[in-house]
Nanobody
Framework: QVQLVESGGGLVQPGGSLRLSCAASERTFSMYAMGWFRQAPGKERDFVAAISRSGGRTYYADSVKGRFTISRDNAKNTVDLQMNSLKPEDTAVYYC????????????????????WGQGTQVTVSS
């Protein structure tokens, strides 16, 4: 399994922006499809965004489409989540996830699709 470390969380006002980053330990990072999930207090962990191995395909939850952007840099072993126009309902712990993918085009939107997880980073949207 690959080791994942998230960073970039914090407190932001409604309408603001944050950029989360996930650093992977694996030298073969380009073999992994990546995803971001989030878990609000008292709720299940939900899909946020996913990106294929090559970065050519991206997938978003309807609740974040048009506001969040997932991207990756295979040379730096990182995947980022740019979050704009943040809302109080975006408050959650955000998790980075990884899985090996044979296809360079596939993205995965289910929690059970992933077998490596970071420790999470807190995002709080409040005035």
């Amino acid at each position: 399994q690959v080791q994942l470390v998230e960073s970039g969380g914090g407190l932001v006002q409604p309408g603001g922006s944050l950029r989360l980053s996930c650093a992977a330990s694996e030298r073969t990072f380009s073999m992994y499809a990546m995803g971001w999930f989030r878990q609000a207090p008292g709720k299940e962990r939900d899909f946020v965004a996913a990106i294929s191995r090559s970065g050519g395909r991206t997938y978003y939850a309807d609740s974040v489409k048009g506001r969040f952007t997932i991207s990756r840099d295979n040379a730096k072993n990182t995947v980022d989540l740019q979050m704009n126009s943040l809302k109080p309902e975006d408050t959650a712990v955000y998790y980075c996830a990884a899985r090996i993918s044979v296809s360079i085009y596939s993205g995965y939107v289910k929690e059970y699709d992933y077998n490596s997880w970071g420790q999470g980073t807190q995002v709080t949207v409040s005035s």
